[in-house]
């Protein structure tokens, strides 16, 4: 019985290495050009260009033309959502690199997921929020209640970021800690603002998001 949509095609194209590596880099959030993408992929431009083509067909990818250079960034949060959680089930199987990246351990403290913080940092905001109660569950989903709302106005999030399509609250399943840390606009915008606070910087060609001693003290401090 055939029934219901076809996945054999998006998940052969997730399963080419090459650009497996091109959505990896690109779940940093920042849009790439092609060059960029195939230095990350080890391919060449040629080979590069072909990949990119097949992935924006399938709608994983959107590109956005600025004077004389192309930049390709991930679709939308529902591709990032799939990718997070496809990270999840490979690093549960044991399906890691072989050679870790010196990176690997600030990537698991503290890292961009798309467009929110994720890793050990990003799990404890969102349980920390939900044991002070900033959250409810209803048919819809995670909800945000108004001592949530409370909550986030106390770090300068007031008022709240306005979602039209996307939730204010979602779950994602962290792929290193294998519990739950915050998606949708509400998890966009507390990464803006731990920025913005200068308790956090990205780190340049990476998803990892270092916080500084102060800057981690502060987050714990608020969470407490």
């Not at 990896?24 to 072909?50: C, F, H, K, P, Y």
């Not at 500084?212 to 608020?222: F, I, K, M, P, V």
Request: aromatic share 4%.
């Amino acid at each position: 019985m055939r029934d219901g949509p076809n996945i054999a095609n998006i998940a052969a194209l997730i399963g080419d290495q090459a650009r497996a590596e091109v959505l990896n880099v690109l779940m940093s959030g920042m849009a790439l050009t092609a060059t960029e993408l195939a230095d990350a992929a080890g391919v060449t431009r040629q080979t590069i260009s072909t990949h990119l083509a097949k992935l924006r067909e399938a709608g994983l990818l959107a590109v956005e033309a600025q004077g004389r250079h192309r930049y390709f960034r991930i679709a939308d949060a529902d591709v990032a959502h799939l990718l997070e959680s496809m990270m999840g089930i490979a690093f549960g199987t044991g399906s890691v690199r072989v050679r870790s990246s010196p990176r690997e351990p600030a990537l698991r403290k503290a890292r961009v997921c798309y467009d929110h913080l994720a890793g050990e940092l990003g799990v404890l905001v969102y349980e920390s929020l939900a044991r002070r109660g900033a959250f409810a569950l209803d048919a819809g989903g995670v909800t945000l209640t108004d001592h949530g709302r409370a909550l986030i106005a106390a770090i300068g999030i007031d008022p709240l970021p306005s979602a039209t399509r996307r939730p204010l609250c979602r779950h994602c399943l962290d792929w290193s800690e294998r519990r739950h840390h915050l998606a949708g606009a509400l998890g966009t915008a507390l990464l803006d603002r731990f920025q913005q606070l200068g308790w956090a910087r990205r780190v340049p060609e990476s998803r990892v998001l270092a916080f500084s001693a102060d800057g981690e003290a502060a987050l714990r401090a608020w969470l407490d």
